[in-house]
């Protein structure tokens, strides 16, 4: 179990307190809702995580699906929603082959997850993410949209992507699949400069935390980059 794995299994709580304080500007919900039509929409999200995607747009879609494969994740998620008010369907579920039926989602969102996929199967990434791509067209609606988020860099002054890997990756979705893409401020925002050391530490590692006491951040500048497509 690798770094990230072993977050999502065993600190879900931890991680979906860091997450709360990201996006201060709530730059991803205007860049969503200017291209795509939320309204009446069926959104599927998967690698749901904890449930930031769900929550940002509730209030703006008619019904949500959560997929992850993490059980921890996904009891978080059910916690958060509850605490929303929110009556979302929670699925426990690989990308690699999605338990619902075809044409079901008009749109689908998969936020920070297919680019663990590079570190997971370094050997056979772009396969393993063919496949969940082609699952992720088959469940969606013709004229519906795919909205894919990843990571552009945290604690950079400029959006870039982390290593040679996901700028592989990143590139392959333009080249080979059509997605366009947006880059996004999401910065982080906490109280003080300390806070933000020991929230994010046990995620971004000590190269993050030696850079917010450096600099004196108590907001952490984040990059994230949105691909969408819509489906033929």
Not at 61 to 87: F, P, W, Y
Not at 209 to 225: A, D, L, Q, V
Request: some cysteine; charged content about 20%; aromatic content about 10%.
């Amino acid at each position: 179990m690798d770094h990230f794995e072993e977050i999502y299994a065993s600190q879900a709580e931890d991680y979906h307190r860091m997450i709360a304080a990201e996006d201060v500007d709530g730059n991803l919900l205007r860049a969503i809702r200017h291209i795509l039509p939320t309204e009446d929409a069926h959104l599927i999200d998967l690698g749901s995580g904890t449930g930031r995607i769900p929550i940002m747009l509730d209030p703006h879609v008619e019904k949500i699906t959560c997929l992850d494969r993490s059980r921890a994740m996904l009891l978080e998620n059910q916690r958060q929603g509850q605490e929303q008010h929110a009556n979302w369907d929670l699925i426990q579920a690989d990308l690699g082959q999605i338990p619902l039926k075809s044409q079901t989602a008009s749109i689908l969102t998969a936020g920070w997850a297919l680019g663990h996929f590079c570190g997971w199967y370094p050997q056979d990434w772009k396969a393993r993410m063919q496949t969940a791509l082609q699952e992720m067209m088959r469940i969606l609606m013709p004229g519906g949209w795919l909205v894919i988020f990843e990571t552009l860099g945290t604690g950079t002054r400029r959006p870039k992507a982390p290593n040679p890997d996901l700028a592989a990756y990143y590139a392959w979705l333009e080249s080979d699949w059509g997605f366009t893409c947006q880059v996004i401020a999401t910065d982080y925002l906490f109280g003080n400069v300390d806070e933000a050391a020991t929230s994010t530490a046990f995620f971004f590692g000590p190269e993050l935390e030696e850079r917010i006491r450096r600099y004196g951040w108590n907001r952490i500048p984040e990059w994230t980059g949105m691909w969408s497509l819509q489906s033929l």
